[in-house]
């Protein structure tokens, strides 16, 4: 059984400042103009809005190089993006370029985050489903019965949570809670419309640092166990599933061939590794790939690729009509991309995944589950139902 954790450590990063990723950590303060954003390479924390990129017809990549040219030509010395992008990447952008942007190691490098992470309040949550358990079982069903009937190769089905807490919500303890929990994935903190996306996300859809090329998808998953023995038991058996082997090699083949047109170079392996966060185990696979073209950003790159099979499903086009008939609900910024982008074209954007969009008392809590002809609904509703568990237990919600 092969278990592996990706780091590459952008050039440049000081990663020798004890306690330098935990301080960002804790000075995040949930304002309406501050983002956080970490990952295995770096630590960010913004303050502030330079210029928001505009939401109009033009494709968002045009849009996001013509706001960072603006900011360069007026002076920003180093300027960059930061934010989220909806899962329909072509209807909602909430994306700035920050006034302010304070940068170090990653928050796996620091020893400080080991320390325990502010107690949750205690809170009498009114917890509401949407779609309810019996209904999100049934679109399951329907989808397999498409699916059956060879309509899709696969398609992603997620649902809700929505919680009102009946008071005002930390959101920079839940942020902490998220982070010391995994502190080698992507977490992050970005305003959204007058909310606040915030999550931790196992998945990398892309990063760019030069020429060279990342991608980490993940597909194919298992709830973790307490019980060590079973724990082992249970990934060695993710490793051999032919169920979801073949929703990860679906996955992995169409990132292949949408990254392809624009690689000089490019790898993948043939067998999926495991991935671990505290909840889940996943399988992954570890892309790489050299640029033909430099001028090609790591945005450009990521639409190319989203929305993947990981989210969406197989055919896309297919798979998306299927969610739009079958979920009751408007995914929003859930299973779109998070991150941030600078005017040279590098950038790491994440799958907007484990996550909850937040106000000043209320949490939607979002989880997914990948559909395919074998599945059955009480293991996609048992496999949403673990991902919840990555956000309610930073938030506090009691199991």
């Known amino acids: 059984m092969q278990v592996t954790t990706v780091h590459h450590a952008p050039a440049g990063t000081d990663h020798t400042v004890i306690g330098a ?12 103009d501050e983002a956080f954003f970490a990952s295995p390479t770096r630590t960010l924390l913004t303050h502030g809005v330079h210029a928001r990129v505009p939401q109009d017809v033009r494709p968002l990549p045009v849009r996001v190089a013509e706001t960072l040219d603006r ?43 080991a320390l325990p992470a502010p107690a949750a309040d205690r809170i009498d ?27 899709l190769s696969k398609v992603v089905l997620a649902r809700t949570l929505e919680l009102d807490a009946g008071r005002p919500l930390d959101l920079p303890a839940i942020l902490q809670r998220l982070a010391r929990r995994d502190p080698g994935g992507y977490t992050f903190a970005v305003p959204a419309g007058g909310r606040t996306l915030i999550g931790a996300s ?18 194919g998953s298992v709830p973790r166990s307490a ?33 392809a047109p624009y690689c000089r170079t490019l790898d993948v392996p043939e067998r999926p590794t495991l991935v671990r966060t505290a909840a889940m185990w996943h399988l992954a696979t570890t892309i790489t790939a ?10 450009e790159l990521a639409t190319a690729l989203h929305p993947t099979p990981a989210v969406c499903g197989t ?19 859930y299973a779109g991309m998070v991150g941030w982008g600078d005017a040279d074209g ?12 937040a106000d000043e008392r209320t949490l939607r809590v979002y989880a997914g589950a990948g559909v395919v002809a074998e599945s059955r609904p009480e293991a996609e509703l048992a496999e949403t139902s673990a991902k919840f568990r990555t956000f309610l237990d930073a938030a506090g919600v009691p199991r």
């Open 21 to 32: 990723a935990s301080g960002l950590l804790g000075q995040y303060r949930a304002a309406p």
């Open 71 to 113: 900011a360069r030509r007026a002076g920003v010395e180093r300027p960059l993006v930061v934010g989220a992008v909806a899962f329909d990447h072509d209807s909602r952008a909430e994306l700035a370029v920050p006034a302010r942007v304070r940068e170090c190691g990653a928050l796996s490098d620091d020893p400080l985050i």
């Open 125 to 151: 949550w009114d917890v509401r489903p949407v779609p309810a358990p019996e209904a999100y079982g049934a679109g399951v069903a329907e989808a397999v019965r498409r699916l059956r009937a060879g309509e």
């Open 202 to 219: 196992p998945e990398l859809l892309l990063s760019r640092r030069g020429t060279a090329v990342l991608a980490n998808p993940l597909a």
């Open 227 to 259: 019980d060590l023995g079973e724990d082992v038991r249970r990934a060695a058996a993710l490793l051999e599933s032919p169920k979801d082997l073949h929703e990860h090699a679906v996955v992995v083949d169409a990132i292949r061939a949408a990254l």
């Open 290 to 299: 050299e640029l033909a073209d430099p001028a090609v950003s790591a945005l």
């Open 315 to 333: 055919p896309t086009s297919l798979a998306r009509q299927a969610i739009g008939e079958i979920e009751p609900f408007d995914r929003g910024l």
């Open 346 to 357: 590098d950038g790491e954007w994440v799958v907007t995944l484990r996550c909850a969009e």
